[in-house]
C-alpha cells in the first residue's frame, strides 16, 4: 500500500526571516530568564547592577533599544520593501552575532549553549537575506 504524500508549499522569504526573528527573540528572552537564577544575579539587579552597567535610565534604554530591534525586525520582514528587507537583516544578522560572540565569553554553560543557538539563526538570517531569489531580467 503506498503511503499518501503530502501537499507541501513553498514558504516566501519574508515569512522564514519573521520566523527566525521570532525563534532568535524567544531565544534572547528564555536566556535572559534563566540567567535570573543564576547565584546572586537577582541580587545584583536590586543592588543596581543593569544589563549592561549600573542601572540608569540611560543604560536601560540601550538594552531596550538592543533587544528592541530584532523584534521589530518580524514584523519589518514583512513589511519593508525587499532590499531594504534584506541590506537591514544582513547587517542586524551580523551585528547581533557579534554581540552574542561578545556576550557569552564567561558565561554559565547554559548561556553559552542558547548563544551558539542564537548565533546559529542570525547566521541562518544573513545567509537566507543573502541568497535573496531574484527575478530574472526579461530584455
Not at 503530502?6 to 536566556?31: N, Q
Not at 528592541?68 to 520593501?81: E, K
Amino acid at each position: 500500500m503506498a503511503l499518501p504524500s503530502f501537499e507541501d508549499h513553498p514558504v516566501p522569504v519574508r515569512l522564514k526571516l519573521a520566523a527566525l526573528w521570532t525563534s532568535l527573540m524567544s531565544c534572547y528572552i528564555y536566556g535572559d530568564y534563566f540567567g535570573l537564577y543564576v547565584p546572586g544575579k537577582l541580587q545584583g539587579v536590586l543592588n543596581g547592577d543593569g544589563p549592561i552597567g549600573p542601572t540608569s535610565q540611560g543604560t536601560l534604554v540601550g538594552a531596550s533599544m538592543l533587544l528592541a530591534a530584532p523584534a521589530l525586525m518580524i514584523a519589518l520582514s514583512l513589511l519593508l520593501p525587499v532590499r531594504a528587507c534584506r541590506i537591514v537583516t544582513i547587517i542586524l544578522g551580523i551585528f547581533y552575532t557579534l554581540v552574542m560572540a561578545a556576550t557569552m565569553t564567561d558565561a554559565w554553560w547554559f548561556y553559552k549553549a542558547m548563544g551558539v543557538i542564537e548565533m546559529t539563526i542570525s547566521l541562518i538570517t544573513v545567509g537566507l537575506a543573502w541568497r535573496w531569489p531574484r527575478v530574472a531580467s526579461t530584455v
